[in-house]
């Protein structure tokens, strides 16, 4: 008797789109000294890039600055795995500097914060106190805003 493998079918552009404008965590795997370094972060979606807020210290703000070069990955599932999606991508990051794009890019996580109902602790992994305002994360500088850019290979899988 012989046994074919299933694969899972892949998600057209439009629908991982979706999955990344409605999620709002990641992970993102860095180039480690020795072993890859994952790392969970928050991110907004502008339609055409992913941005991220990072705290100024840590593997991370090591790692990146040695290679910008990272693997980034969204998922969405059931608690059962009954429905299951998920996008990974390659690509390099860039520290984003411009005030003007800086401050539209925090006001965005702002607005994501509140839009899903985020516990204020989660200021603490953004370099603010759980008892800050969260609009501060617009009004102070904190942390880098980093940008997915040079996209080179995507993979996105769905449920059968």
Not at 30 to 37: A, E, H, L, T, V
Not at 115 to 127: D, E, K, M, R, V
Request: charged letters at 30%; hydrophobic letters at 40%.
């Amino acid at each position: 008797m012989r046994m074919d493998i299933v694969k899972i079918p892949r998600m057209d552009k439009k629908d991982y789109d979706q999955l990344i404008n409605e999620g709002y965590i990641c992970r993102i795997a860095f180039m480690g000294d020795r072993y890859p370094y994952v790392a969970p972060f928050l991110y907004v979606f502008d339609g055409n890039f992913m941005y991220f807020l990072s705290t100024k210290y840590g593997k991370k703000i090591q790692y990146f600055r040695k290679n910008p070069y990272i693997s980034v990955e969204v998922e969405k599932y059931t608690q059962d795995l009954s429905n299951y999606t998920f996008v990974t991508m390659q690509g390099r990051l860039d520290e984003v500097r411009d005030a003007i794009e800086k401050k539209k890019i925090r006001q965005k996580f702002v607005q994501m914060i509140k839009t899903h109902n985020l516990s204020t602790n989660i200021l603490a992994a953004l370099g603010h106190s759980p008892k800050d305002p969260i609009d501060s994360i617009a009004t102070e500088e904190r942390s880098c805003i980093w940008k997915l850019v040079g996209v080179e290979d995507i993979v996105a899988l769905k449920n059968l």
